[in-house]
């Protein structure tokens, strides 16, 4: 039987179904708001079959319902739309084609949050939240997990520490959710792999979680490289560094393809590693490995989070060779530094992020892990007269005499 209604009244009430505003619905259809505004007004006498696909696909539903053909509203299964959390990040792709990646994914709301992925992890942080926002409240646990982890980082970096807060929440919950309810062991274990993420990078609690690698078997491979980056870098905060190298090192030489972004947070980890270990011209080839894999996609935002945990990598690598890049990273290291102390809430100074330029908390924490001014000279590359005068600094904004006091201020 034919429908009575008309293709915009249709399309007008799957909107609504969705919470889908006009605006919103252009975007996704890549057309312009006032041709929108014509199909929903019935102005079109045909709609493109360009556009028609997009719709079906978007809604789930016939073209024939779409239409008005019939008034059967048969929801169409996508093929291949199993969805997991944080796809981007677990996924392999050819360097310097992430965009194009992005574009092959045939789910409309895993690309779009393959994008929020992109966004975020390319410092992009207003464009991150617009798109994670989108799928905060959505019915698919996959989607919501990966939007309220964007959601809650790119607002960090935005210093929009209420809204951080609230994606934090909301992360909470669905892991409770996930402990509580008889839901399958895939999803429960990506459940814990996103809390886990975002515990170990924030230090925040965000609930009783149980041992990530009781739930790696249940992971693509990606996913279980971002894992390993997970329990390497415990492994760093607990300073067993031999182990974390060992965690990362068994890793990659067990990957065929290049994850991208897992890779990059795996390197730095090794980087981290090797700093403590006092072995800098190793940290450094490992950090340059960083550095190709980031550059081609822009990927940057990682290397800007770890710029405290470098401790001087940055600089040493990349303030003479590449001064562009170099200030960008450094913009993304005030923005992340300042919101990660805000919601962290530490017992340091909260003013230590704003007060020290990085230069100056490079040599700070540098000089607080035991290195003589003439190591900071030689590794930096510049004058242990250089270096004594930005202790000094460093020092007089801190309001301390000596590097022994260095410890109330400096990362622990």
Not at 24 to 38: C, F, M, V, Y
Not at 233 to 245: E, F
Not at 354 to 377: P, Y
């Amino acid at each position: 039987m034919d429908s009575n209604k008309t293709p915009s009244e249709i399309i007008a009430e799957l909107c609504v179904e969705a919470g889908i505003s006009k605006s919103e619905l252009a975007r996704r259809l890549e057309i312009t708001p006032s041709q929108i505004t014509r199909i929903l007004n019935g102005d079109t006498k045909t709609i493109s079959s360009d556009i028609l696909i997009k719709l079906t696909k978007l809604f789930g539903v016939s073209a024939d319902y779409l239409l008005g053909i019939t008034d059967k509203k048969e929801i169409i299964k996508e093929k291949h739309t199993t969805r997991v959390p944080m796809l981007l990040m677990s996924s392999a792709f050819p360097l310097g084609r992430c965009i194009e990646f992005i574009e092959s994914i045939d789910d409309v709301p895993q690309k779009e949050m393959a994008y929020a992925e992109y966004y975020y992890f390319s410092g992009r942080h207003e464009k991150a939240v617009e798109y994670a926002e989108m799928y905060l409240n959505c019915e698919d646990i996959m989607l919501k997990l990966s939007a309220s982890l964007i959601y809650t980082f790119a607002n960090l970096s935005l210093d929009r520490i209420h809204s951080a807060r609230f994606g934090l929440e909301r992360l909470k919950e669905y892991l409770k959710e996930a402990m509580l309810e008889e839901t399958d062991k895939k999803t429960r274990a990506c459940c814990v792999f996103v809390a886990t993420a975002a515990h170990t990078l924030l230090h925040i609690p965000v609930g009783d979680l149980p041992p990530l690698a009781e739930y790696l078997s249940e992971f693509t491979k990606g996913m279980q490289l971002w894992g390993a980056y997970v329990l390497a870098h415990k492994a760093y905060l607990v300073k067993d560094y031999q182990r974390s190298l060992g965690i990362v090192q068994t890793c990659l030489m067990t990957c065929s393809k290049v994850y991208p972004i897992a890779m990059i947070y795996l390197n730095l980890v090794v980087a981290m590693d090797l700093m403590n270990l006092k072995e800098t011209d190793k940290a450094k080839v490992y950090f340059m490995k960083v550095w190709e894999i980031s550059r081609p996609d822009n990927l940057i935002e990682g290397i800007g989070e770890h710029h405290g945990l470098l401790q001087g990598l940055i600089e040493a690598c990349m303030k003479k060779d590449y001064p562009e890049d170099y200030a960008r990273i450094i913009d993304i290291t005030y923005k992340f530094s300042a919101g990660w102390r805000r919601i962290h809430n530490p017992d340091t100074n909260e003013d230590v992020a704003d007060n020290l330029t990085t230069t100056e908390f490079t040599i700070a924490m540098l000089a607080n892990r035991g290195w003589t001014n003439k190591e900071i000279s030689e590794y930096l590359e510049i004058t242990p007269r250089t270096v004594k005068q930005h202790l000094t600094c460093v020092f007089n904004k801190l309001n301390i005499e000596n590097r022994k006091q260095l410890k109330n201020f400096m990362l622990r």
